[in-house]
């Protein structure tokens, strides 16, 4: 599939609308993509992408609302979930609509190329960022100030002024990095050398159509070193490949939930978000490599189309259903449905799906929300699973915990049920924690659990069958917090008289919930 000049996709023969939102700035107006969502189902869509979205995405927004609506009126809405990383609560809307199916990303790219820079008598290891076929080149070497004795950002084109025929170093951050290279070309810089802003190497970028010098990335432990190579003649050359330690992991980028405002559970499914090719405006049929999530949600689109011409009668719930109870983690590294929803899709399981899992809210996952309490947690939420065969289905239920269950106990009811042909049953999920539990969870201070945690209890409830049938998948999640309940109870000064100002005085303060506090 490599050697052919246009990729198939996932879906070849679907027939495609495009409806522009975007100005030239960037941005849009809410009304504007209500319109198009609108306008979309008013033409017939079958399947709506959405490549869009605003960090903390809540359930609420206008756009989620006109999603379910789409949803209920038979459109299957597949959005991008964002690209603004795995802290909690940053999985962007309008993704975060209960009836959206919002996709994470995956970083399926095995190993990078790697690339050697070479100086006086050091050698720095490094990648070839955008696969470039112009190694190996020597000139001389321009590390861009930034004013304080670092490297600069080389965010403006007036930094690169008099690099050209040179290799320009530049550090990663604030502007996009794909822009640096652009501007070392345009400058007609011999090359430019990315060094990252954290340990480690920066993400690969992939072929850049018309643009050939090479971009080469630098682990950020090495910035030190590539400061010496200022003014001097380098080489830069190409390297053994590089493990891709993030390899079948949810990509660096790819937003966390769960979902703002109530701590629902989204993301709600993965797909491969790295070093896609994606059609390149204006080329005919050439290609650019891309990342995010906004290339991991047309990839979905295309298995639900592929579903729905499978399985006309299905409406768009069904669908949706499908793609999340047959995703898998079998080939997932380090699940975790915080962020990678029910699994990774799998076209041919979904096609090929003989039962779903269905909720009343459209989700099709268990939100537990977030539960604060000073006494104990006890709550249940319920799934149905639908069977779509016209024989009945023995399924066993059990649970897949992703971490620590921090004490909490879980409940299936049934724990095993058979589902009659082209019938349904519910399955009742119950998660009790106890006062001890919840007293022996960290605090929620960042001090406590580190600015980027958030103590939850996640999972999947897995319902499994024989073949040819196939089982169920449904995410959960819940975000406990055990209660402090601090209180002044007394006030005291001399005599057990009320005190004046002068006098020295005393209170009592008393902590009657389960877990410690503090007062001022």
């Known amino acids: 599939m490599r050697k052919w000049r246009r990729g198939i996709g996932a879906a070849p023969l679907a027939?495609?609308?495009?409806?522009?939102?975007?100005?030239?700035?960037?941005?849009?107006?809410?009304?504007?993509?209500?319109?198009?969502?609108?306008?979309?189902?008013?033409?017939?869509?079958?399947?709506?992408?959405?490549?869009?979205?605003?960090?903390?995405?809540?359930?609420?927004?206008?756009?989620?609302?006109?999603?379910?609506?789409?949803?209920r009126a038979g459109v299957v809405v597949v959005v991008s979930a964002g690209n603004a990383g795995p802290n909690p609560y940053l999985v962007g809307g309008p993704s975060t609509a209960n009836r959206a199916l919002s996709v994470a990303a995956l970083d399926t790219v095995e190993t990078y190329p790697g690339a050697t820079m070479t100086f006086a008598s050091t050698t720095l290891d490094g990648q070839n960022s955008n696969r470039s076929g112009s190694l190996p080149l020597t000139a001389d070497t321009v590390v861009l100030d930034d004013g304080d004795g670092g490297i600069g950002l080389g965010c403006d084109p007036?930094?690169?002024?008099?690099?050209?025929?040179?290799?320009?170093?530049?550090?990663?951050?604030?502007?996009?990095?794909?822009?640096?290279?652009?501007?070392?070309?345009?400058?007609?810089?011999?090359?430019?050398?990315?060094?990252?802003?954290?340990?480690?190497?920066?993400?690969?970028?992939?072929?850049?159509?018309?643009?050939?010098?090479?971009?080469?990335?630098?682990?950020?432990?090495?910035?030190?070193?590539?400061?010496?190579?200022?003014?001097?003649?380098?080489?830069?050359?190409?390297?053994?490949?590089?493990?891709?330690?993030?390899?079948?992991?949810?990509?660096?980028?790819?937003?966390?939930?769960?979902?703002?405002?109530?701590?629902?559970?989204?993301?709600?499914?993965?797909?491969?978000?790295?070093?896609?090719?994606?059609?390149?405006v204006g080329s005919g049929t050439e290609s650019v490599e891309l990342g995010g999530t906004s290339m991991a949600a047309p990839h979905v689109s295309g298995i639900a189309a592929l579903v729905r011409s499978a399985h006309p009668s299905w409406s768009a719930a069904q669908v949706k259903a499908a793609l999340m109870s047959s995703s898998s983690i079998d080939d997932l590294a380090g699940y975790d449905p915080r962020i990678m929803g029910a699994g990774l899709v799998s076209a041919r399981t979904a096609v090929a799906a003989t039962a779903v899992a269905t909720t009343k809210d459209g989700s099709n996952s268990l939100t537990f929300g977030f539960q604060s309490s000073t006494e104990r947690i006890d709550e249940t939420r319920e799934f149905t699973i639908e069977n779509l065969t016209n024989s009945p289905i023995?399924?066993?239920?059990?649970?897949?915990?992703?971490?620590?269950?921090?004490?909490?106990?879980?409940?299936?009811?049934?724990?095993?049920?058979?589902?009659?042909?082209?019938?349904?049953?519910?399955?009742?999920?119950?998660?009790?924690?106890?006062?001890?539990?919840?007293?022996?969870?960290?605090?929620?201070?960042?001090?406590?659990?580190?600015?980027?945690?958030?103590?939850?209890?996640?999972?999947?409830?897995?319902?499994?069958?024989?073949?040819?049938?196939?089982?169920?998948?449904?995410?959960?999640?819940?975000?406990?917090?055990?209660?402090?309940k601090i209180a002044l109870e007394d006030l005291h000064g001399a005599g057990g008289m009320v005190p004046k100002m002068s006098r020295r005085s005393f209170v009592t303060v008393r902590n009657s919930g389960v877990h410690g506090g503090s007062a001022d």
């Open 15 to 71: 027939s495609l609308m495009a409806y522009k939102i975007f100005g030239c700035d960037g941005s849009v107006d809410d009304a504007i993509i209500v319109a198009a969502i609108d306008r979309a189902v008013v033409d017939g869509a079958t399947v709506i992408n959405m490549s869009l979205g605003a960090d903390y995405g809540t359930a609420e927004s206008v756009e989620s609302k006109a999603i379910d609506n789409a949803v």
């Open 158 to 280: 007036a930094d690169y002024t008099g690099t050209s025929g040179k290799i320009v170093v530049v550090l990663r951050g604030t502007c996009g990095r794909v822009e640096k290279l652009e501007y070392g070309a345009d400058a007609g810089a011999a090359a430019v050398v990315m060094v990252n802003n954290a340990s480690g190497l920066p993400p690969i970028e992939g072929v850049q159509q018309g643009i050939t010098i090479p971009f080469i990335g630098l682990d950020g432990d090495d910035a030190a070193a590539v400061m010496t190579a200022d003014g001097e003649g380098t080489t830069l050359a190409a390297g053994a490949d590089i493990v891709n330690p993030g390899f079948a992991d949810a990509a660096d980028f790819s937003s966390g939930g769960p979902r703002a405002g109530d701590s629902g559970m989204k993301p709600d499914i993965i797909a491969p978000g790295v070093g896609v090719a994606s059609a390149l």
């Open 394 to 484: 023995r399924y066993n239920l059990s649970l897949e915990a992703a971490g620590s269950m921090l004490d909490a106990g879980v409940t299936i009811t049934p724990s095993s049920v058979t589902v009659p042909a082209r019938g349904r049953k519910t399955v009742h999920v119950r998660i009790r924690m106890s006062a001890d539990a919840l007293a022996a969870l960290p605090g929620t201070s960042f001090w406590e659990i580190g600015p980027t945690e958030l103590t939850t209890v996640r999972g999947v409830i897995v319902a499994s069958a024989s073949a040819p049938a196939t089982g169920v998948r449904v995410p959960f999640i819940l975000v406990p917090k055990g209660e402090s």
